[in-house]
């Protein structure tokens, strides 16, 4: 498995995982009552993304950006070059 780690903490939802090797840990962790990833992660070998590793591709931290309202939705295509004149 592999995850990105931030300033904020792990981004899960963006992690890479092997079907194979995750699926049987993710059952029995949810048979357990272990809902939450940090209750079956450490079942697993990991490869974190270091926040310095991605500043060398994304030097403006804008990788893991969430864009949840309109104002930040206007904001990335202002980034982007793709505003409205």
Not at 39 to 61: I, T
Request: a negative charge.
């Amino acid at each position: 498995m592999v995850v990105p780690s931030t300033p904020q903490g792990l981004e899960q939802l963006r992690a890479s995982f092997r079907r194979e090797t995750c699926l049987p840990i993710i059952q029995s962790a949810l048979e357990a009552g272990k809902l939450k990833l940090i209750g079956w992660l450490p079942e697993v070998r990991l490869r974190m993304v270091l926040p310095e590793e991605v500043a060398h591709f994304d030097p403006h931290d804008l990788a893991f950006w969430d864009i949840l309202t309109p104002e930040e939705f206007r904001q990335a295509e202002e980034l982007a070059g793709l505003e409205e004149n």
